[in-house]
């Protein structure tokens, strides 16, 4: 399944219907383009990708839950970054300080499960700096920055909170050529790094050299989509939107030439399914007493295998969060034990956090399910229901115990 998925989008303003049911979808480590003319309902079609503005009807589906009626701040939390077209800096703030404020507002680290300590927050800010070619200017007010600067800037504080998706909104509006390739590459990079990219954008000659598929919208419909290359050959794309000026200054020739099939581990990476999910037994009476499914055999290489380092702990990461949270639900409880149970001891960094969890219910399933997939490291003590002091007490000696 794609990392986002956008499913007949209906947008109506009074008597007019500005988008007429918009599809499109990205996948991990690949660069999406959308583009239309003005009035097409492309921007309301991507502000609805975003969370900005609540569709008519349709879906948005990102990392396997709905996230359609989310606001942005949820979204974000759940791995999705934005990128505004205007200029979103902390202005009376330095370059440095505009990176460390972000991270010391970061609930947790979505790669680590906590949060970041304040020389993780000073080593982060370092390496985001140097990414980015800002080193130079990390003392400078953000104010006194050029457009370049500042466009790299946001960048960077988006890559600092560990999306898996960054939605791009104008990237290659206002900024000198020079930087227009930097930034290029940059989003190549972290597309190369298995982090999902959509990027909507009036300059087509950058959004074509630096996307693997395009949609065009026209007239609130999705009316042809594929690589840039099928694209610029595409009758129904150069009568709606390109022209024949692509043709005329060789443009079709640069993709002729362009090879897009990227060697090994900078190939887009694809999220492999999971195993056929195992038949559980019927739960009994009480809810508190979990029935375990048969373990799942996980696929060649892991499930996240084909992903690049740190966007595949991340969104392990993410997968894991989520299937602790459906512990607390008895709707979802069977879900949840299926996705932990094929992590098997990979789950169980996620499961002693839920054991410092304020929910009761969840503190005892989770150790329940913590006693099954550590049941190698032998008997395991814990009393969920525990004054604060000790129940933290005891998660600390899990941890040692359990190396985790």
């Known amino acids: 399944m794609s990392l986002l998925e956008v499913n007949g989008l209906q947008k109506i303003y009074g008597r007019r219907k500005v988008v007429k049911g918009v599809s499109f979808d990205v996948n991990p480590g690949e660069v999406v383009g959308l583009l239309g003319p003005n009035g097409a309902g492309?921007?309301?079609?991507?502000?609805?990708?975003?969370?900005?503005?609540?569709?008519?009807?349709?879906?948005?589906?990102?990392?396997?839950?709905?996230?359609?009626?989310?606001?942005?701040?949820?979204?974000?939390?759940?791995?999705?970054?934005?990128?505004?077209?205007?200029?979103?800096?902390?202005?009376?703030?330095?370059?440095?300080?505009?990176?460390?404020a972000i991270l010391e507002a970061l609930p947790r680290s979505r790669s680590l499960g906590r949060k970041l300590t304040r020389t993780?927050?000073?080593?982060?800010?370092?390496?985001?700096?140097?990414?980015?070619k800002l080193d130079h200017v990390r003392k400078n007010i953000a104010a006194r920055c050029s457009g370049g600067e500042k466009r790299r800037l946001e960048i960077a504080r988006c890559l600092v909170c560990e999306p898996l998706l960054i939605l791009l909104d104008e990237p290659f509006a206002a900024v000198d050529p020079i930087t227009t390739e930097d930034i290029r590459k940059n989003i190549r990079e972290l597309a190369d790094s298995g982090i999902g990219i959509l990027i909507t954008d009036h300059n087509v000659r950058e959004v074509f050299r630096t996307a693997d598929r395009?949609?065009?919208?026209?007239?609130?419909?999705?009316?042809?989509?594929?690589?840039?290359?099928?694209?610029?050959?595409?009758?129904?794309?150069i009568k709606a939107y390109l022209g024949r000026s692509f043709e005329e200054d060789?443009?079709?020739?640069?993709?002729?030439?362009?090879n897009r099939v990227l060697d090994g581990d900078t190939?887009?990476?694809?999220?492999?399914?999971?195993?056929?999910?195992?038949?559980?037994?019927?739960?009994?009476?009480e809810p508190d007493v979990l029935r375990f499914p048969s373990h799942t055999p996980l696929p060649s290489g892991g499930l996240l295998a084909p992903l690049g380092g740190t966007a595949g702990a991340i969104?392990?990461?993410?997968?894991?969060?989520?299937?602790?949270?459906?512990?607390?639900?008895d709707r979802t409880l069977r879900a949840g034990m299926v996705e932990l149970n094929n992590r098997g001891e990979r789950a169980i960094p996620a499961l002693l956090e839920a054991l410092e969890r304020r929910d009761a219910v969840l503190r005892r399933r989770a150790f329940e399910f913590l006693k099954h997939v550590a049941r190698t490291h032998g008997p395991l003590e814990f009393d969920p229901d525990a004054p604060d002091d000790i129940r933290l007490r005891q998660v600390a000696y899990l941890r040692v115990k359990l190396r985790a």
């Open 42 to 100: 492309k921007t309301t079609s991507f502000r609805m990708a975003t969370g900005q503005i609540v569709p008519n009807a349709g879906t948005v589906t990102f990392n396997n839950e709905d996230v359609t009626q989310l606001p942005m701040f949820q979204r974000a939390r759940r791995g999705m970054g934005y990128l505004s077209q205007e200029p979103s800096v902390f202005r009376k703030l330095s370059v440095e300080k505009n990176l460390l």
């Open 120 to 132: 993780e927050r000073w080593d982060r800010t370092d390496e985001a700096l140097k990414r980015f």
């Open 214 to 237: 395009v949609y065009l919208i026209t007239d609130g419909l999705v009316v042809t989509k594929g690589t840039p290359h099928e694209l610029v050959n595409d009758e129904i794309a």
């Open 250 to 258: 060789g443009f079709t020739r640069h993709f002729a030439s362009r």
């Open 267 to 285: 190939a887009p990476a694809q999220v492999l399914a999971p195993a056929a999910t195992a038949t559980l037994a019927e739960p009994e009476a």
């Open 315 to 329: 969104l392990e990461a993410e997968r894991l969060r989520v299937a602790v949270e459906q512990l607390m639900d």
